[in-house]
Structures are given as structure tokens and as C-alpha cells.
């Protein structure tokens, strides 16, 4: 009896259909390699990088690397937090 319940667990182990592993698909921007069709322009002022630091330091500033370089004043730091953090800054410049 003990055979038969160790040839019955190896069988269902050995045709068990193990899970698939799911990945999930990024949508990529497709390169524009034909001269006449223009990318789209968006100003400079619309950008905003985000630089992530040790300890939840968040440091961001909007527009050009140039102009962040040339401009200390620019560059500001700011944490997660959810009420005064790097969310608030992206709604504040969503909102404008």
C-alpha cells in the first residue's frame, strides 16, 4: 500500500504542470528614423529630474542639467513624505 501512494505522488509530481513564469510587457517609444516626421518638442521647463541619495533624500530641479550646474538655487531637496515630499512637487507642476 505504501508503494503504491509513493508511485502515485512521484506520478502526479512528475506531470504536474508547474507555473509559467509572467512578465509583464514594457511599451518602449518606437525610434522615428524617417527625416520628415518631426519628434515631438515639450519646453525644457517641463522636465524634472529626480536624483535619489542615500537616507530618503530626494534631490530634483526642473529644466536643463545645464542650467541646474550654472544655478545651485535650482536644485532642491526634499524627502518621500507624502505631504510636503517629492509628490507634492510633481503635483504643484502638474497643476501649472
Known amino acids: 500500500m505504501v508503494d ?4 502515485l505522488i512521484t506520478f502526479f509530481m512528475f506531470t504536474t ?3 509559467k ?3 509583464m ?3 518602449m517609444p518606437a525610434d522615428i528614423k524617417d527625416p520628415n516626421i518631426k519628434q515631438p518638442d515639450f519646453p ?4 524634472m529630474t529626480v536624483l535619489l541619495t542615500k537616507d ?8 536643463k542639467p545645464e542650467d541646474a550646474a550654472a544655478d545651485p538655487a535650482a536644485v532642491v531637496a526634499t524627502n518621500f513624505d507624502p505631504n510636503k515630499g517629492v509628490r507634492k512637487a510633481i ?6
Open 4 to 7: 503504491l501512494a509513493f508511485l
Open 91 to 96: 503635483l504643484e507642476k502638474k497643476s501649472r
Open 21 to 23: 513564469p509572467k512578465a
Open 25 to 27: 510587457d514594457i511599451a
Open 44 to 47: 525644457a521647463s517641463k522636465a
Open 17 to 19: 504542470t508547474l507555473a
Open 56 to 63: 530618503n533624500l530626494v534631490l530634483y530641479y526642473f529644466g
